[in-house]
């Protein structure tokens, strides 16, 4: 098994009037983790479903180690692909549902029977391949449809939200094996989620999908760290980036009709910003936005307090600050280091 | 409590309703011409097996009628799953342009009233030579059986998954190897319920072969008729007939009860054709 790389240059797609995917362009290296996150709708699926050759673009190539498979059939890539559903085969034994693709290329029994256990050992199914998928659960039937897709060594592995019909706890078992899994196998990896918790966890690098477009690609820390975008800014996060429209002028940022010094902006000029300040950057201080606290809920250590700046809502995470009263007056202190600046008008990173 | 015993009942009501022909053909099956003339009727007579020996040893022996009801049936439903199955495939999965029309024009032939194609039919057939002969009959019963398998067979394809079928071409299955491992084995219930609902259509069918059959061609349905003459009815020997003829029908049905059940209630439930 060989690792490929991935390329998707200027691919388009349309249903009809509707643009489903506005130029794609995308380079995956030989052996990564690379996820296509986004909202539902944005395009991701579509993708993954065009690198798969289960749909065809209405423009652009798509090409693996440099080879353009843009219009081969799915079976004639070497790919597999492992459906949110799983899609087993519901009237095959576990065993006969791994063996399928090795079958379909003529692979001796003997062969097959070898990789089919292989396989299963991998995935530690080896107990349950004489049961049908109807007899198993959740988790099982996942393994099973891992082990389907890497029975056959491919040298690019789909997963399109494989982990979404799990629960909560197995979801996170399953995604540190999928990663051990990939890793053992040195293979790449194409990973569809609009779980962001996933995507920054197991990816080496991850696409940010919106509208049908790329808007940002980068490792997991660059994006959550600097996002390219408001939409980003407001997407990533588990609560997102609070943004604030501001008024900048000469770095005196106005905020609600409340001026503050931010020096470092002073070279952005003057205009019309959106600030984006993650929930635990949110500091409590003596001077500052004047914000309400509306309510707060305790976390464990933390607290999450809605506070209201003008007749915004702003999401704070605070830790070791002491719980605030609700409906206490309390101030922000917006701290250079934890504001991101975009512009109002194109949306874009300052 | 008080509806379940009004339910059960009114089934077993029903049930009555429906079983009191079959059952009085049987015990008129076992009378002698005597006895079934009898009046009033007696349900308590001596049993007889001549009216058996008769439609199957005898002068009246309706055997090869038997056979030729099972080759006129037997083709008719090969033929009918030969050409429906892909073509239901195809209506349920392809994007073609004609889809919609193409199947509501296909359940359209369903709405036609036989008697009005009687003729027509006589017509063609008697022009090319078909008449009385296996191939016009078997033509003829395709031209109704088709249609209905077709709409019969979309339902139990498009229950099945596309992810399914995207997993097998992905698995280098191709078309073809994908509808026969993956979702020919999944629509077997369906595809049962077809083949017993155009095997009994056929094997029922009177009107076509009646007037579109022969002394060739002559299925045991029109066969009983020959019961009936002007100057007596045989009702002995027609009983016998009928229950040899039904036989058949009877026991497909019971074999499949299981799967039909299943299949008029598709769609019924989220996934409760299938399983």
């Known amino acids: 098994m060989s690792a490929a790389s991935v390329s998707l240059a200027g691919i388009v797609k349309r249903h009809g009037a509707v643009t489903a995917l506005a130029g794609i362009d995308l380079e995956v290296a030989p052996g990564e983790f690379f996820s296509l996150l986004g909202p539902s709708g944005s395009g991701k699926t579509t993708t993954l479903r065009i690198l798969a050759g289960l749909e065809r673009a209405d423009g652009g190539t798509v090409r693996m180690n440099g080879k353009d498979i843009t219009s081969l059939d799915p079976g004639e890539r070497d790919v597999a692909m492992v459906f949110q559903s799983y899609a087993l085969y519901p009237h095959m034994t576990v065993r006969e549902n ?82 051990r899994l990939q890793r053992a196998l040195n293979v790449t990896a194409v990973y569809v989620t ?150 109002s008008t194109t949306g874009r990173r300052l | 409590m008080i509806r379940r015993a009004t339910l059960l009942v009114l089934s077993l009501l029903i049930v009555l309703v429906w079983v009191f022909p079959v059952a009085w053909g049987l015990l008129t099956s076992f009378k002698t011409e005597r006895d079934v003339l009898a009046y009033p009727p007696q349900v308590v007579f001596e049993p007889t097996l001549v009216n058996y020996q008769d439609v199957f040893v005898g002068g009246a022996s309706i055997v090869p009628n038997l056979v030729s009801s099972l080759v006129v049936s037997g083709f008719t439903t090969a033929l009918t799953m030969l050409f429906a199955i892909p ?15 193409g199947g509501f024009w296909v359940l359209a032939t369903q709405m036609l009233p036989p008697v009005g194609l009687v003729i027509p039919y006589f017509l063609l057939l008697r022009q090319v030579g078909w008449t009385d002969t296996y191939q016009g009959l078997v033509l003829v019963y395709l031209t109704f ?8 067979l979309v339902s139990y394809f498009e229950e099945i998954p596309r992810e399914m079928e995207e997993a097998a071409l992905l698995d280098r299955a191709g078309r073809l190897r994908t509808l026969w491992h993956v979702i020919l084995p999944q629509a077997k219930g369906g595809i049962a319920v077809t083949i017993i609902f155009v095997f009994l259509n056929s094997w029922n069918e009177f009107l076509f072969a009646v007037v579109l059959g022969g002394n060739t061609v002559r299925p045991v349905t029109v066969a009983m008729f020959n019961f009936i003459s002007l100057e007596q009815t045989q009702w002995g020997r027609l009983a016998a007939a009928a229950m040899v003829g039904m036989a058949p029908v009877i026991i497909l049905g019971l074999l499949a009860q299981k799967h039909i059940v299943k299949g008029l209630t598709v769609g019924a439930v989220k996934g409760g054709g299938r399983r």
């Open chain 2, 87 to 101: 073509a239901a495939y195809a209506l349920a999965r392809l994007d073609l342009p004609w889809k919609r029309a």
């Open chain 2, 145 to 152: 059986a088709l249609p209905f398998a077709i709409w019969l």
């Open chain 1, 98 to 179: 791994i063996a399928f693709p090795l079958r379909m290329i003529g692979v001796s029994k003997e062969k097959i029977s070898q990789s089919v256990k292989e396989a299963a050992a991998r995935v530690r199914i080896e107990h349950l391949l004489e049961r049908k998928p109807g007899q198993l659960s959740g988790g099982q039937q996942q393994r099973c449809a891992l082990a389907r897709a890497i029975v056959r060594k491919p040298a690019l592995f789909l997963l399109d939200e494989p982990l979404s019909n799990l629960d909560a706890k197995l979801r996170v078992e399953t995604r540190v094996e999928l990663k």
């Open chain 1, 194 to 343: 609009h779980d962001q918790e996933e995507a920054l966890s197991l990816s080496d690098r991850l696409a940010v999908f919106m509208e049908g477009r790329i808007v940002q690609v980068g490792t997991p820390e660059e994006v959550f760290s600097r996002p390219a975008t408001v939409e980003v800014a407001g997407f990533l996060g588990n609560p997102p980036m609070n943004l604030l429209p501001a008024r900048l002028e000469n770095g005196r940022a106005t905020v609600e009709g409340v001026a503050i010094q931010v020096d470092a902006l002073k070279a952005l000029g003057s205009r019309d910003v959106t600030l984006g300040i993650r929930p635990s950057a949110v500091r409590l201080a003596a001077a500052g936005v004047p914000a309400t606290v509306t309510m707060c809920e305790a976390l464990g250590e933390d607290f999450f307090a809605d506070l209201t700046v003008g007749d915004r809502l702003v999401r704070a995470k605070l830790n070791g600050q002491g719980r605030p009263a609700e409906g206490m007056r309390v101030h922000i202190e917006l701290q250079t280091e934890n504001v991101h600046v975009f512009d």
